[in-house]
């Protein structure tokens, strides 16, 4: 097992896999006394606790982190419907879902080339110093705009986006909370007056339509159509970026994946799903214990935290047959990258299409080619316990 390494350190450890595949085979499922809380890393445990129905995704005495407490952060987060169980997450999920369901596969292509092209021209010119730029930018414009907000807005959207995702995290600074809790209140106020244009005028874009779906659902309230809008945003930016960067980062690794790809460029569905499997950029998620009782055959006390190592599960050979292989074609490939049960990731082919548009457009500048020797020299990750998502270049918000 690799020195020093744990569940959360791991994320953005340089290659975490071996350590994720002892935790398989030798720790499937187990408490870290030193973490204080329960892991589970096989593709059996990470099932089991995903679909019991003790486990929530918030600690019931704490339904948003204290640090957020009395702040338009708060606001937002207790208002989202993945950080809601019961009566408060099922009406607001489907419309959720059927909102996202509403966008074609084409408008939503056509959305992701265009601003891949955008966003090209403006950060990627001789050099890929600026990649990381465009790699995070890349998913807010395409969903900002697939909701209906103006071009003129979405570069100011997208650096609210980065310093409210920011606080969120558990170990986020004073200053990043700070600075996160004022991006909030710009977030609610820009978003309630994209929602107050989109229901008297047309065309509406996606946040009207997830009004519509919350009435149908019997859920009008505009504060959480509101909430769930920016969420949309906000589950978008990491893990999207993530994806990007992952699959960069395996390109670089592989000379022969990139002549595949030159070659056969509708390869690139395929490596993305592998990468989503072998690399995720989410790579771990939490569970709380609502009430004491037997998880995953284990009896646990209420209020015990589970960390579920989705990664692991997804190298789990009983999962996915010889895991350490990146194959692109393999089949019957099963991912945990999205979760499983009633909170599943409704994003899931939103995505994948935006990262291929991404990809594509970079194949098509001057820069593809020395972007390899940029990613040999070292990556560093950004600081997360949960999302893998590599810094490719200086990112112009980040210290």
């Known amino acids: 097992m690799q020195q020093q390494l744990d569940p959360l350190t791991a994320v953005t450890h340089h290659n975490p896999y071996p350590y994720y595949a002892e935790l398989v085979a030798k720790k499937p499922l187990y408490y870290d006394e030193a973490l204080g809380l329960w892991v589970a890393s096989n593709a059996e445990m990470v099932t089991a606790v995903f679909t019991n129905p003790l486990c929530r995704v918030r600690p019931i005495a704490e339904p948003i982190p204290e640090a957020l407490l009395g702040s338009p952060a708060a606001l937002i987060f207790r208002q989202l419907v993945r950080m809601n169980d019961g009566t408060d997450h099922c009406p607001f999920k489907h419309a959720v879902s059927a909102t996202l369901a509403s966008v074609s596969a084409i408008h939503a292509i056509k959305q992701s080339n265009w601003w891949s092209g955008v966003l090209a021209t403006r950060y990627l010119g001789d050099t890929p110093d600026q990649l990381a730029d465009f790699v995070f930018d890349l998913p807010v414009y395409v969903v900002g705009s697939l909701l209906g907000i103006s071009p003129n807005l979405l570069p ?34 820009a978003f309630r007056s994209l929602l107050q244009a989109q229901q008297t005028q047309l065309p509406a874009g996606l946040l009207a339509t997830l009004a519509q779906e919350a009435t149908r659902m019997e859920r009008p309230d505009p504060d959480s159509v509101i909430a769930n809008g920016i969420g949309l945003l906000s589950q978008a930016y990491e893990a999207t970026a993530g994806l990007i960067g992952n699959t960069l980062l395996i390109l670089a690794a592989r000379d022969e994946l990139r002549q595949t790809l030159s070659a056969h460029p509708d390869a690139l569905n395929n490596i993305i799903q592998e990468v989503l499997r072998y690399d995720p950029p989410i790579q771990n998620t939490r569970r709380f214990v609502a009430q004491a009782g037997f998880v995953a055959g284990q009896h646990m006390a209420a209020g015990a935290t589970i960390l579920l190592v989705l990664a692991a599960a997804n190298r789990d050979s009983r999962a996915n047959p010889a895991p350490a292989a990146f194959d692109p074609w393999r089949k019957d490939r099963r991912l945990f990258t999205f979760g499983l049960g009633a909170h599943a990731c409704p ?36 600081t997360s316990a949960n999302a893998r998502v590599p810094l490719i270049g200086q990112r112009r918000d980040t210290p």
């Open 347 to 382: 994003g899931e082919a939103l995505a994948p299409l935006i990262a291929r548009a991404g990809i594509k457009r970079l194949m098509t500048t001057d820069i593809w080619p020395h972007i390899w020797p940029h990613l040999r020299s070292g990556v560093r990750y950004r």
């Open 156 to 189: 100011q959207i997208t650096l609210w986006i980065g310093d409210f995702v920011r606080c969120l995290a558990p170990a986020s600074s004073a200053d990043e909370l700070e600075r996160g809790k004022q991006a909030a209140a710009q977030l609610r106020d």
